[in-house]
């Protein structure tokens, strides 16, 4: 069966026979990515996980690496599910026919952290731009007092000017800088992603 196809399947079997070798082939940068993303997104002790798996030359057991961190089993368990939810690792579950216990083999799919970043960035790409739309296709009114929301022409006037919180007079809102920020930060997350993208492709 192909590892590349399938990430996890139950069988019974010998457990100490059937480890699958890991193929782990990433660059540095791809290394340090995968290790600052981790860290930022999931936290300390996923780290912690994530690199006794690349480190590891096969498939490696939840309480292998308990044993390896001295951390407990069901912070272990909740760390490589974290990263499974993360699509960075994947497990296959086998029956042990000794004990009849499911043992799980994990593996680190360290190559799919580039992917998981052009989705992060695509993701933050689409939200500037679907809050530049809102902007652009909005007119905006306020009662000037900062504690006191923002409204759209279409509640405004439902409510006749007046501000639903202090009923203050609601006047036009000018949205024209918000706009230009948005825009340069449209323009320099283009240039990040971009660049990210030339440097995956010059690997490769
Ligand atoms: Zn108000």
Redesign the pocket.
């Given at each position: 069966m192909s590892r590349e196809t399938v990430d996890n399947f139950d069988e019974d079997a010998d457990v100490n026979s059937v480890k699958v070798a890991s193929n782990i082939n990433i660059s540095e940068r791809q290394r340090q990515t995968l290790i600052e993303v981790v860290d930022d997104i999931a936290g300390e002790e996923v780290r912690k996980v994530t690199l006794v798996l690349l480190n590891a030359d096969q498939e490696t057991t939840d309480e292998e690496i308990s044993e390896k961190l001295d951390m407990r089993l069901n912070q272990v368990r909740k760390s490589l599910y974290k990263l499974y939810d993360l699509q960075l690792a994947t497990f296959r579950r086998i029956r042990d026919k000794s004990t009849g216990w499911f043992v799980y083999f994990w593996t680190l799919h360290p190559e799919r952290i580039d992917m998981f970043v052009d989705r992060k960035q695509q993701e933050v790409m689409e939200k500037l731009l679907e809050r530049l739309a809102y902007e652009e296709g909005n007119m905006f009114f306020t009662?000037n007092?900062p504690e006191?929301p923002r409204v759209t022409f279409q509640e405004a006037m439902d409510n006749n000017f007046e501000?639903e919180?202090?009923e203050?007079r609601l006047e036009s809102f000018d949205n024209e800088q918000l706009k230009q920020v948005l825009t340069e930060k449209i323009t320099e997350m283009k240039e990040i992603r971009d660049k990210t993208r030339k440097i995956m492709k010059g690997e490769t």
């Open positions: 009662c007092n006191c501000c919180h202090c203050g």
